[in-house]
T-cell receptor
Framework: QKEVEQDPGPLSVPEGAIVSLNCTYS??????FMWYRQYSRKGPELLMY????GNKEDGRFTAQVDKSSKYISLFIRDSQPSDSATYLC????????????FGSGTQLTVLP | DTGVSQNPRHKITKRGQNVTFRCDPI?????LYWYRQTLGQGPEFLTY????????KSRLLSDRFSAERPKGSFSTLEIQRTEQGDSAMYLC????????????????FGPGTRLTVL
């Protein structure tokens, strides 16, 4: 079983919809949680970062972390066709390296 | 553009050849990571440098792989005797002190080098 599981999708929604993306994890040492957006054949682009539990909002994006359930979410409000991409959750534990462990990604398509 | 650059962007090679990729980090970022991403999967950690010291290596990094970061600036990843299973996107990421909107806790990725082994 992978340390980080992510809903595989693909997910297709109409423009303006609210999108919910989710990941679960098994390693209780994870403290740093990130969401990256990746367009086809490009490098991952950091969207949101959250330390430990709680919510964080940035424009149309809200990240939630529930450490008790080992569950993280990303919500996208008023989705736009330009949001069409693969969304990757990533997390790391405290330490010198803090290498990221990623989910497998959810491919999102927002239809105009 | 995160400020992390990678070259080449795409490399096609024949099985058995050696290849080398380069990563130039965001200036002042002393931590540098290499990841590998195959189609339909998330990136997987390969190795980590703090300054010029290679401090962590994944079991994915077989003895055909070697990475260096001389003088703690740019880094190179070399694959010897390439195999078709090495075909993937090789990503470099860096992390460093707080600067503007760049957080010290997060990694910033370059555009990647896509390797195709025929």
């Amino acid at each position: 079983q992978k340390e980080v599981e992510q809903d595989p999708g693909p997910l297709s929604v109409p423009e303006g919809a609210i999108v919910s993306l989710n990941c679960t994890y098994s390693n209780s040492a994870f403290q740093y949680f990130m969401w990256y957006r990746q367009y086809s054949r490009k490098g991952p682009e950091l969207l949101m970062y959250t330390y430990s539990s709680g919510n964080k909002e940035d424009g149309r994006f809200t990240a939630q972390v529930d450490k008790s359930s080992k569950y993280i979410s990303l919500f996208i409000r008023d989705s736009q066709p330009s949001d069409s991409a693969t969304y990757l959750c990533a997390m790391s534990a405290p330490g010198s390296a803090r290498q990221l462990t990623f989910g497998s990604g959810t491919q999102l398509t927002v239809l105009p | 553009d995160t400020g992390v650059s990678q070259n080449p962007r795409h490399k096609i090679t024949k099985r058995g050849q050696n290849v080398t990729f380069r990563c130039d980090p965001i200036s002042e970022h002393n931590r540098l990571y290499w990841y590998r991403q195959t189609l339909g999967q998330g990136p997987e950690f390969l190795t980590y440098f703090q300054n010029e010291a290679q401090l962590e290596k994944s079991r994915l990094l077989s003895d055909r792989f070697s990475a260096e970061r001389p003088k703690g600036s740019f880094s190179t990843l070399e694959i010897q005797r390439t195999e078709q299973g090495d075909s993937a996107m090789y990503l470099c990421a860096t992390r460093g002190p707080q600067r503007g909107k760049l957080s010290t806790d997060t990694q910033y990725f370059g555009p990647g080098t896509r390797l195709t082994v025929l």
